[in-house]
């Protein structure tokens, strides 16, 4: 499968989950504090090669690849490199290509992994909780009463059936994001260079 196709393989299974969330969202009220963006200040999110090969194919397609693979093997800091300390005007929050985010980026908050029991848990972070106690409250209470909820699982074994290789390992998501950018270089070293079309 070329890298195109990839691409949008994968931006069909985003769609998909931000479809998902979306009737999560209205179901139980759940949403983020306006502009808080705590549970990008993190220094050790992981997240698949995969999950970023859009992102990557956008930085191609825009020139800018190089200029990232330098300064994601130069800067080895563990806050992700798409991150902006402060949000920017008409941004959304602190993503700084938002359109281009990580799975985990995407379903953080409004999706549920299985315990070790198998039930799905409600993953979310702490100033939702607080915050917003009744949306929680009726979220948990949704997941737990066997509701349609977004499973973080689904979404990363759709993506490995894309590129197992690519959609397998969780890794920092900075190497996640210098991975992606190295495979489309790679796919490009030996093809005719994308052409933006006017």
Same mark, same amino acid.
């Given at each position: ?33 306006? +502009? ?53 005007? +008409? ?75 690519? +959609? ?31």
């Amino acid at each position: 499968m070329s890298i195109y196709l990839k691409v949008k393989a994968v931006e069909r299974v985003f769609n998909s989950l931000e479809k998902d969330i979306k009737s999560f969202q209205q179901s139980t009220g759940l949403g983020c504090v306006s +502009g808080c963006g705590l549970c990008c200040h993190k220094p050790n999110i992981t997240a698949t090669a995969l999950e970023f090969l859009p992102f990557a194919y956008e930085l191609y397609k825009q020139n800018l690849a190089y200029q990232w693979l330098d300064d994601l093997q130069t800067n080895k800091s563990g806050f992700c490199r798409i991150l902006n300390p402060m949000p920017v005007e +008409g941004s959304k929050g602190f993503c700084g290509h938002y359109q281009y985010r990580g799975l985990i980026c995407r379903a953080f908050g409004f999706a549920a992994m299985k315990n070790k029991l198998g039930q799905p848990t409600l993953v979310t972070c702490k100033t939702i909780k607080t915050e917003f106690p009744e949306s929680y409250e009726r979220a948990s209470n949704h997941v737990s009463s066997g509701k349609n909820v977004p499973l973080m699982s689904n979404y990363y074994h759709q993506l490995r059936s894309i590129d197992s290789d690519l +959609g397998r390992e969780l890794i920092p998501i900075n190497d996640a994001i210098l991975s992606a950018v190295k495979v489309v270089l790679g796919h490009y070293a030996y093809r005719k260079p994308y052409r933006r079309r006017a």
